[in-house]
């Protein structure tokens, strides 16, 4: 009955427990075949990383600072042609307290770019896009150079419907000047490593509600 109540949550990731979807199904399956499927890879529902960042605590308000402009367009590339700079995909998913993916919330980026400019006339670098049935998110766009006081970062407002707006900033690990910049918060590190066509970031947004 228990397995029953909780077979519907189909949103709820995997916490800070370290044990994974995967896992569950490869154990309570009995099944050859589900076993060696289960053995073929994870199910594209998870993603790498996500299950450590899904801590159950809140992820971090920050400071909105001086370059947010409202009406973004909505968009999952921030990259225009010929745009100078490292491409980066950030994803991952936006998650309540309890860890249920929270689907249709908007997320609305700006950045600077790969000189440390924002482009505060029009909307380059600038986008929001909405998460999927499963509270996943995917922006492609570029690596921001650091400017003034600021280490490399991305700036972000998350709303669920219906909710109050997290704002917060996104860091990339091992910038230079993050020790120096009073901004810089740990928890708000994405994960990144580097592939052929650029850098994959990861982020999973906990908001402050079950
Ligand atoms: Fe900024």
């Not at 490869?26 to 075949?33: E, K, Q, V």
């Not at 997290?166 to 590190?189: C, I, K, M, V, W």
Request: proline content about 7%; charged content about 15%.
């Amino acid at each position: 009955m228990l397995a029953f109540l909780l077979t519907p949550v189909v949103g709820l990731a995997a916490c800070a427990t370290g044990s994974t979807a995967a896992g569950s199904q490869a154990r309570s399956s009995t099944s050859a075949s589900a076993a060696a499927s289960s053995a073929a890879g994870p199910p594209s529902t998870q993603t790498p990383g996500a299950a450590a960042s899904c801590s159950g605590q809140p992820t971090p308000a920050e400071t909105e600072g001086p370059y947010f402009k409202a009406g973004s367009p909505e968009r999952a590339s921030l990259v225009d042609p010929g745009m100078l700079g490292t491409r980066v995909v950030v994803s991952g998913r936006v998650l309540t307290l309890d860890c249920r993916s929270v689907a249709g919330v908007v997320l609305d980026f700006w950045q600077a770019d790969a000189s440390g400019a924002y482009d505060n006339a029009g909307y380059r670098l600038r986008g929001h896009l909405t998460t999927d049935s499963n509270g996943r998110y995917s922006l492609q766009t570029i690596v921001p150079a650091d400017y003034g006081g600021r280490t490399q970062h991305i700036h972000v407002k998350v709303e669920a419907p219906g909710r109050p707006v997290l704002t917060t900033q996104l860091y990339f690990p091992g910038s230079a000047r993050n020790q120096q910049d009073p901004l810089f918060h740990p928890e708000l590190l994405m994960e990144v490593v580097d592939g052929a066509a650029g850098k994959a970031a990861t982020f999973d947004f906990v908001l402050n509600f079950r």
